[in-house]
């Protein structure tokens, strides 16, 4: 929505420079991750995923890694334009009770990105 | 090309009232889910469908309730709006047997 990057967590980036957006999960025994990217006045977009037997999964100017360990989650963008100035939440998908799975979404980071 | 598409995008209601928003893909999904984004809580499941036929509820599910008569379309009603239900609505779905989900555009639902 328009007003879903207020009160975020707010990490600004100089146009050009590599961006890094951190996630900490919940549950240890999700096995699937998502980070969407969120613009103002716009549905969540989907960037890219990565199952918890992968540790790094790389996409087209960004990667994902992920650390079990201490259940963590990060997106890494490079070269950062203007384009990628949006909210950034992570998702996990947990067991929710009869059989279901069902995706838990963070709150999200708001990226800016300085021209 | 496939999507997912949501009406109306802007909707105005007076407590009391029954509202009904709409979501529609065309990409042949089973998996289709409502969500409400409020400031301070992120996205918040509220009903979901496996299938024709199939609801379950989600994890804000008062006040509101879904069907599901064919693929495409997933209704979410609000039987009674309540000014609590301000909020944006989201449509989302996804393919059988995977976990990923592919969003609408959103809902912005204002209650007086």
């Known amino acids: 929505g328009e007003n879903v990057g207020l009160h975020l967590p707010t990490l600004s980036v100089q146009e050009g420079d590599n961006s890094i957006i951190n996630c900490a999960y919940s549950n240890s025994a999700s096995d699937y991750f998502i980070w969407y990217k969120q613009e103002s006045g716009k549905g969540p977009q989907f960037i890219i995923d990565?199952?918890?037997?992968?540790d790094k999964r790389q996409g087209q100017r960004v990667t994902v890694l992920l650390n079990k360990t201490v259940k963590h989650l990060s997106l890494q963008i490079a070269a950062t334009q203007p384009g990628d100035s949006a909210v950034y939440f992570c998702a996990e998908n947990g067991y929710s009770g009869a059989g279901s799975y069902q995706l838990t979404f963070g709150k999200g980071t708001k990226l800016s990105v300085i021209p | 090309d496939a999507e997912i598409t949501q009406s109306p995008r802007h909707k105005i209601t007076e407590t009391g009232r029954q509202v009904t928003l709409a979501c529609h893909q065309t990409w042949n999904h089973n998996n289709m889910f409502w969500y409400r984004q409020d400031l301070g809580h992120g996205l918040r499941l509220i009903h979901y469908s496996y299938g024709v036929q199939d609801t379950n509820k989600g994890e804000v599910s008062d006040g509101y309730s879904v069907s599901r008569s064919n693929t495409e379309d997933l209704p979410l009603t609000l039987e009674s709006a309540a000014s609590s239900q301000t909020s944006v609505y989201f449509c989302?779905?996804?393919?059988?047997?995977?976990?990923?989900?592919?969003f609408g555009p959103g809902t912005r639902l204002t209650v007086l």
């Open positions: 990565i199952r918890s037997n992968m």
């Open positions: 989302a779905s996804g393919d059988r047997g995977t976990d990923t989900q592919y």
